[in-house]
């Protein structure tokens, strides 16, 4: 082998480690863990010269797709259904306000035309997928926010995207008529939705019908159906993101096979992503070239948080049943990552002659976002007192599907109106072939017995036989 290629072979693996490690202390004192890859990517910009745009942007969408699958498999419907509406209000009408907003301090303060001052506003306009599902991820904040904050960050990508490429259009093309980008919106949109929805469905049915000979496989078969709906979504020049999350929705709530083996894929998978997104993104900040635009990029990052985005969140949400408390912290939770930095690569490859400025500013605007409001979300939720009731139910052991028999082992959150909670199992009078295996209880295991009472809060395994489908749903279905 080529001394190039060991080269390049120990250096992935000592980011990789890095990025790892990254995390352990990023937890430890309170701050977002893509500060620390991008830090990583700074330092190695010393000693490796990488500055290909294009390369950043083909790794870049193909970890928002491993990003949005993720997202959307581990959202839960029964959670995002109550708050649909203000979630896409959020992700249509609070991403406009947000570009139009940061769009005016723009031309201002960066002086550049309007078309490429609205440019910049759509190309941060969006909130991140990845930066809100990590920094939310371990916060007992209120479940109805983190829901909506979720479901925001997962559909309001496409809208960004959108807005982004048809500015780029526009800027290139002057003479473009209005109707025709109304008539693309409603195309991506509707036809993106359309086709998650179709291929999620062919998804699960093969995943729950083949026999494969490994279990790894399944997940592997998962993120080929996430990149093949992405891909056929581009060919018809629909919504390829928006496809890929309601593709993880769908399958995330179906009844699948290996469901928690694809999950745990998924979520290495995603970090993984995360980590090589934002080393990138530090290999391709000059830091000479930040000194001179830092005031402008810092000015922009401050309107963003403080101005652009409470406006549009405060406006999208006029009519919908947040008091002041909430949409105050759902303002400050708008953080931004990978989104903004993916299509900081669209002007740099159309060609454009800001496109090197406002990646420059999206440097800024993603580190103080991460730095300043990913740090404050928790503190913030606390003093608005909009903390959880209950801490999140730490699962101590990992059971799968058992794909080659016909029993499966599910896990079960209990919810106090169901008809098994706050009764003792005895009482049940379950099939001798139903059994319940494990409680996990205030994070520790309680070993079930007839006189067991199930608790709300409680995450109950249970072993039973397929055939019995029906049977166990009844017992968990919330009245």
Known sequence: MSPLADNVILLSAVLLLIGVLSTKFSTKFGMPSLVLFIAAGMILSHFIYFNNASLTQIAGIFALIIILFEGGMQTSMRDIRPVIVPALSLSTIGVLLTTGIVGLFAKLILDVPWAESLL?????????????????????IDKRITSTLE???????????FLTVSLIEWILQPDMALWSLIFSFIWEMGIGLVLGFVLAKLAVFLINKINLESSGLYPVMAIGFAVLTYGVAAQIHSSGLLAVYVLGLVMGNSKLIYHRTIMSFNHGFAWMMQIAMFILLGLLVFPQELVNIAWQGLLLSFILMVVARPIGVYLSLLFAKFSFREKTLISWAGLRGAVPIVLATYPLLAGLPQGRLFFNVVFFVVLTSAVIQGTTISPLASRLKLVGKHSPALSLMELVALGKTDSEINHIRIDEYMPIAKRQISDLELPTDILFTAIIRNNQIVAPHGNTVIEPGDTLYVLSPKSKSEMMQALFRTQ
């Open 120 to 140: 910049f506003g759509a190309i941060v306009g969006s909130t991140d997928a990845a930066a809100v599902f990590s920094v939310l991820g371990g916060k007992n």
């Open 151 to 161: 479901a925001e960050s997962g559909s309001n990508d496409p809208m960004a995207v």
